[in-house]
């Protein structure tokens, strides 16, 4: 069984953008302290991501002890977590562009084992305005259960195009600021 998902009849699909690296090329963390993706958050998932073919993005982690919900299972929120940063990287890597998640949705489509390897394979589908409409599906790639023909969970997603004055006003509040460039991903 899966959730239902309606894309709008106005969806456009949008162009590579210019200088889009090639498939397989790495794509920097968007901020080191990210809890999806960055490499200064100890408890974080440290995602690692690579361009994949048109919109879509590739990205990857180890499901360590401490994600753990029921015993010996990844926890459901940390799943969306990371469909939620590997649709928001594909969101980046499509359109250059600030995003924040507006809705997320997830299938849970088979248990997931600590220790698994999990891949993401996650796409823009279109926009809509500000609106920036994204799928995702996950496999264990190594580890426990690993399967590439078994896809154990799906996401949809809406993100909304933001400027940087959505992120002025939580920097009062941030633990450390982007600054160097590694902030927003260069893809
Ligand atoms: C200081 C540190 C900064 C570090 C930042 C660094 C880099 C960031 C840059 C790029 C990111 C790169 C990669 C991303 C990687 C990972 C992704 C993780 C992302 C997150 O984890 S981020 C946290 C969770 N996220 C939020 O914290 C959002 C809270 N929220 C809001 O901030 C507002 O709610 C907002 C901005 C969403 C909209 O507000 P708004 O006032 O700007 O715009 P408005 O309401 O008009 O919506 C415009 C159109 O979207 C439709 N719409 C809106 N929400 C909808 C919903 N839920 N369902 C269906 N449609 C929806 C409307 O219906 C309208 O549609 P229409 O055009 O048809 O009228």
Known sequence: ?????????????????????????????????????????????????????????????????????????IHGGILMTAFDEA???????????????????????????LGAVLEFTARVDGVVRRKVYT?????IVDGPLADPDVVVGTSHGLFVVVGHEHFAKGTAFADGLPGSGRDISAV
């Open 1 to 73: 069984m899966s959730s239902t998902w309606i894309l709008p009849d106005d969806l456009v699909v949008p162009e590579l953008p210019a200088g889009h690296p090639g498939v397989g090329a790495p794509m920097p963390e968007h901020w080191s302290k990210c809890f999806g993706c960055g490499d200064d958050q100890p408890t974080g998932l440290a995602m690692q991501f690579t361009v994949g073919e048109g919109l879509a993005v590739h990205g990857r982690f180890e499901v360590a002890k401490r994600y753990q919900g029921g015993p010996g299972f």
């Open 87 to 113: 649709q928001g990287m594909a969101c980046n890597a499509a359109l250059r562009t600030a995003v924040v998640t507006g809705h997320l949705g997830t299938d849970f489509k088979r248990p997931i084992p």
């Open 135 to 139: 799928s995702s599906e996950a496999r």
